[in-house]
């Protein structure tokens, strides 16, 4: 289903919600962003039958299981599949690692060396891409003195942002000082 849901199965577990208020419904996916788009969408036809409906999200033990499936036959992603996936969802490396970690103690005679360094080398590329992104966003502020306020320039790497950039600081600067006194 890749994470949708059919609008006439939506509207039919809203029916459903309405009519039994005292249920308790159970939501079990996979552990993936098209499952986690599944859930969100089954509980939010659940509230809208009844906004006080007792909900339990199951999912696999593990984020390194992808679906129940992998749980029993206790097949783990990969270690490219598991990043890769932690990034689509938004996952920190520290849940990343910390699910690693909470496998290597469940089962402590499985190989995982594969996994090691997982984190850090998530945590290096994150700090990567935010270096790049700040050096693209680096704002500048260009004086508007006809209305009396600043708009940022932003600074996307090129040359002539950069001269724009110097030409707004000098004028600044020159406005700064005053008027130059020739003798």
């Known amino acids: 289903t890749a994470g949708q849901t059919a609008e006439h199965a939506m509207n039919g577990i809203e029916l459903l919600s309405k009519a039994n208020k005292d249920v308790k419904w159970v939501i079990s996916t996979d552990n993936d962003f098209a499952g986690a788009g599944f859930r969100q969408n089954i509980r939010d036809a659940i509230t809208r039958g009844n906004p006080s409906a007792n909900i339990e999200i199951e999912q696999p033990a593990s984020f390194l299981y992808k679906d129940w499936n992998d749980q029993v036959r206790n097949q783990i992603r990969s270690p490219e599949e598991l ?28 190989d995982l060396t594969a ?13 990567e891409q935010a270096e790049v992104e700040k050096a693209k966003t680096i704002q500048i502020q260009r004086p508007h003195s006809k209305f009396g306020f600043t708009s940022p320039v932003l600074n996307g790497g090129n040359k002539q942002a950069e001269s724009e950039a110097k030409r ?12 130059v006194q020739r003798m």
Request: no cysteine.
């Open 115 to 127: 996994f090691e360094g997982i984190g850090s080398k998530a945590a290096d590329k994150a700090a």
């Open 168 to 179: 707004l600081a000098d004028e600044e600067a020159a406005k700064q000082r005053g008027p």
């Open 83 to 110: 990043q890769k996936t932690a990034d689509k969802m938004g996952l920190s490396t520290d849940f990343v690692k910390m699910e690693v970690d909470a496998y290597k103690s469940k089962f402590p005679s499985a």
